[in-house]
């Protein structure tokens, strides 16, 4: 596959450290508040990235942290009157349940700051050995102009970078391009003893000492939004090497995802236009949420748009009702000496998915993946509307089809569903209206139908008995 590297702003063939073997890291969220739709992007697309390499065969080793300890937490702990370890627990557990909702897969490890404190202790000492940092009353500071390689990764000159760097009150640097690894105690804050008094770390050199400890000095792929690229990434490029000192780049692949906008602008909490994971799958199905995510380029910029949600949330009841026609259908149409051609059919299938694999390995270009999933879906469609009997190969290869297909884009596959109602409400309504309508009582079956429909379920009425469905609009 061919991944578009930062590092070298072009896109190249990726090939791992080991054969067979992928070590990725995702920078994951600060775990002061729910997440909100922006931050769901890198979770949802680089999950995407991490289902497909191991579909090409790699055994993937996906880390994403958890910054559980920096001065959003201590201040929204402050404020909340609870502990900032209390605060990271509530906050933890509430992103897993909303990247379960949006089809987010658990990392191979989600590691803590606070919980590696001994890990970040070694890192910093490690930089400090080899020159590349000193200590400052107490807080030690990474000495950029000790780094030839510092501004690789964002492609700046140290000169351009000094014109935009400052001074923070409290800081004790010798140079506005230094950045602290480690902080000394303030008062009312978390601490932890280290050679350089009680105290606790920056932020940057968390992921360093973490990638490091799961992942080895010198890994595959890292990510996170463009954000990210400075300076948190070239900073934690500028430790790792420093650190591990064997003259080899801590990543191989640097991949960023662009911004998710709303009116044009990033969404981020500072400039408080966002809107939470969770606000949002109040309103549409989280199944939309992740299919708006994936129907553009990772690295595009996208705007979040009530109309782009709802034209997202049909794409996905198509993609659903196209399955459940299937399951339907294969209840009671099966006949193996209908004169469909399986073999044509057959043909288009393994075409298409060609097609989306090579959009896939094309820098992860889900958007005319999706394209090819649709393919799928109009030549079901059509086959089912077309054929009053199909041969059973017809509904195998078709069913195999859409599990391939939701199995790398993490979309809904045949049991779930996307209603507010579970099934068997819907089965229940569904039998009592049968029941009603056999009965004449018309005014049941019709309150029926309407409830269905207010909740977004269409019923259709067939020789074979009663369909529901998701709504299109
Ligand atoms: P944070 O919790 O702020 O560190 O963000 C977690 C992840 O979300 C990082 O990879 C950020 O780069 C990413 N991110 C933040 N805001 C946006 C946005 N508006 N669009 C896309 N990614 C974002
Ligand atoms: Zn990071």
């Known amino acids: 596959m061919e991944l578009f590297n930062d590092l070298t702003r072009r896109k190249e063939l990726f090939t791992p450290i080991k054969e067979g073997e992928v070590t990725f890291y995702s920078c994951g969220p600060t775990v002061y508040d729910f997440f909100h739709i922006g931050n769901s992007r890198p979770f949802i697309v680089f999950d995407v990235l991490r289902r497909w390499l191991e579909y090409l065969g790699y055994k993937v080793t996906f880390v994403q942290n958890f910054t559980d300890i920096d001065d959003k937490m201590i201040k929204r702990a402050n404020e909340e009157g609870i502990t900032v370890k209390e605060l990271a627990e509530k906050f933890i557990a509430e992103y897993y349940r909303d990247a379960k909702a949006l089809g987010i897969r658990p990392p191979t490890v989600a590691p803590k700051a606070t919980e590696h404190i001994n890990e970040i202790i070694d890192t910093i000492s490690k930089i400090i050995k080899n020159g590349h940092a000193y200590v400052s009353e107490g807080d030690v500071y990474f000495d950029v102009k000790s780094w030839p390689n510092y501004g690789s990764l964002c492609k700046q000159n140290l000169d351009d970078l000094e014109a935009g760097a400052r001074v923070e009150p409290g800081e004790k640097k010798k140079d506005p391009l230094d950045f602290a690894l480690w902080k000394a105690k303030k008062s009312g804050e978390p601490f932890w003893q280290s ?9 940057h050199i968390e992921c360093s000492a973490m990638s490091s400890k799961y992942l080895g000095e010198n890994i595959d792929i890292h990510s996170g939004g463009v954000d990210l690229i400075f300076p948190h990434h070239e900073n934690e490029a500028a430790q790792s090497e420093a650190a591990s000192g064997n003259n080899k780049p801590f990543v191989n692949y640097w991949v960023h995802n662009g911004f998710l906008l709303i009116d044009n602008k990033k969404m981020s909490k500072s400039e408080g236009n966002f809107t939470t994971a969770r606000a949002a799958m109040q309103k549409y199905p989280p199944m939309a949420i992740r299919f708006f995510m994936l129907s553009a380029h990772y690295r595009s910029p996208i705007n979040f748009t009530p109309e782009a949600l709802e034209q997202a949330a049909n794409g996905v009841a198509r993609l659903k009702n196209c399955i459940d026609d299937l399951n339907f259908a294969s209840k009671s149409r099966v006949d193996n000496n209908s004169d469909f051609d399986i073999q044509i059919f057959e043909k288009e299938l393994t075409d298409l998915k060609a097609k989306f694999t090579d959009a896939m390995n094309d820098d992860l270009n889900t958007a005319a993946a999706i394209g090819d999933l649709f393919g799928v879906v ?29 199995d790398i884009l993490g979309l809904p596959g045949q049991d779930e569903n996307l209603s507010e109602l579970d ?39 067939t020789p074979q008995g009663t369909k529901w469905k998701l709504s299109v609009n």
């Open 378 to 406: 109009h030549l079901v469609n059509s086959s089912l509307k077309d054929n009053a009997a199909l041969p059973e190969k017809f509904f195998e290869l078709s069913k195999s089809a859409f599990d391939f297909y939701n």
């Open 423 to 461: 099934e068997n409400e819907i089965e229940n309504l569904i039998t009592e209206r049968t029941n009603a309508r056999k009965a004449k009582n018309f005014k049941r079956s019709d309150e029926i139908r309407d409830f269905l429909k207010s909740k977004g379920i269409t019923l259709e009425d």
């Open 195 to 203: 050679p350089w008094g009680e105290g606790r770390p920056g932020w």
